[in-house]
């Protein structure tokens, strides 16, 4: 007697937990954490708080530190919803951070004239 076809399998979601989680980190692959080190890294860079290695300290580039701390305010605005707890954390704090030193610096540099 021939035997009847198999059931197409349907395919399963995910486990709750399974979707929750952040990928897996790949050697080699970027990560959103890495856009955000990024973008702080080179707003620090123009409020002058870092520096390369063998470079002289250079004054603030307030402009340049403007428009990089609200690319990471577009990104919080466009992602709200879509991240995971530390990449929430990261992005927030960092902004925070960032904007805090810009009014001081601002503050600083108005006192100044």
Do not use: C
């Amino acid at each position: 007697m021939p035997q009847p076809p198999p059931a197409a399998k349907t395919p399963q979601p995910a486990p709750p937990a399974a979707q929750e989680s952040p990928a897996k980190e790949v050697p080699g692959s970027v990560q959103f954490e890495h856009l955000i080190m990024s973008l702080v890294s080179s707003a620090m860079y123009h409020l002058g708080l870092a520096t390369r290695p063998g470079e002289v300290a250079r004054p603030p580039d307030l402009p340049a530190a403007q428009e990089t701390i609200e690319l990471l305010g577009i990104l919080q605005q466009k992602t709200k919803g879509n991240l995971s707890k530390e990449e929430e954390h990261l992005l927030t704090n960092g902004l925070y951070e960032l904007r805090m030193v810009y009014v001081e610096l601002t503050r600083n540099t108005m006192r100044s004239r």
